[in-house]
């Protein structure tokens, strides 16, 4: 594993980290919002006192904290493998580029000792799993690897049910940050309720210790809703997802090409306000999970 200067600093200063995944660059966002998008999130790490460590694999090699000439790069690279726990061993053998999932970023964060990651909406249970069996990697890495990732929920194109569900089902704790609901991605709300509040980061990062005290495995999902100045109802966005859904069964869009398909659609039907609702979100996390990595180094 290589390591950018500045997170060996952090790691020899003993300065908190924050692993930050790299998807949102090669798929997530267009150039150069993602560039854009991708410093401003590693700069919100920074001001709230933790250094941010984006997560890819280059040339063969996982990367935790990439220096500015390697983003710039990977920012235009359109030929990235999207690396999910079933991707990540194959592309480092054959000496491949990739950006990490969910999934995968947890795994090469804990690698490289690190407790804390922020990213933008996890992966879930796809609408029509019972025939589908769609079900995303990221549920089963939460229940494995013990990382506590900050979200804005999942993504509002999934199934938030039966993904509710499969998390309770697997173990993992989902913490609503100041919420007593689940947050939809783009919007606050869900109308769907949440077992566990928490208001303050240090009690996160006792909860995160405490799990591995008690030799439980996996991690634990901090759900952060969207400022409510940025957000996208839940009411006024759900019918451009219903369209998109209904158009990629048309269109026998299946298995990794579904999300990205999705998104595309919403954020036409949007005229760009998910982009940038996606945008807020992600730095509101960031900026969190960076409270939070501060709260973990306090304890």
């Given amino acids: 594993m290589a390591k950018s200067s500045e997170v060996q600093a952090a790691e020899a200063a003993n300065i908190p980290l924050v692993a930050l995944e790299s998807t949102i660059i ?3 966002l267009p150039w150069p919002r993602n560039l854009e998008t991708a410093l401003l999130m590693e700069e919100t790490v920074r001001a709230a006192g933790a250094v941010p460590a984006t997560i890819a694999v280059l040339e063969g090699v996982i990367h935790a904290g990439l220096e500015k000439s ?7 690279t359109r030929d990235a493998a999207k690396l999910s726990r079933a991707d990540l061993a194959p592309v480092l053998a054959a000496g491949g580029d990739g950006s990490t999932t969910v999934a995968a970023t947890m795994i090469c964060a804990h690698l490289a000792g690190i407790d804390v990651f922020a990213t933008g909406g996890i992966g879930g249970v796809h609408r029509g799993a019972e025939t589908s069996f769609d079900i995303s990697a990221d549920l089963d890495e939460l229940a494995k690897t013990p990382v506590t990732v900050v979200c804005a929920g999942a ?7 039966k993904t509710l569900e499969a998390l309770e089902t697997r173990g ?8 007593d609901e689940f947050p939809a991605f783009w919007s606050a709300t869900s109308g769907l309720p949440i077992p566990l509040r928490m208001d303050d980061a240090p009690r996160i990062a006792r909860a995160h210790k405490l799990r591995a005290a008690l030799g439980l495995e996996g991690g634990q999902l901090v759900v952060n809703p969207i400022p409510a100045v940025d957000e996208i109802s839940y009411h006024e966005i759900s019918p451009a997802i219903e ?5 990629a069964a048309e269109q026998g869009i299946t298995g990794k090409d579904v999300t990205p ?4 659609r919403v954020l036409a039907a949007t005229e760009g306000r998910s982009l940038e ?11 969190l999970a960076a409270e939070i990595a501060v709260a973990m180094l306090e304890i």
Wanted: glycine share 4%.
């Fill in 155 to 161: 993504k509002a194109i999934l199934d938030l049910p």
């Fill in 261 to 264: 398909f999705l998104l595309e």
């Fill in 277 to 287: 609702a996606n945008i807020a979100l992600v730095l509101n996390n960031a900026r």
């Fill in 70 to 76: 390697a983003l710039e790069k990977l920012a235009q």
């Fill in 26 to 28: 090669t798929h997530g």
């Fill in 172 to 179: 993992v704790p989902v913490i609503g940050w100041r919420t």
């Fill in 243 to 247: 369209r998109a859904i209904a158009e």
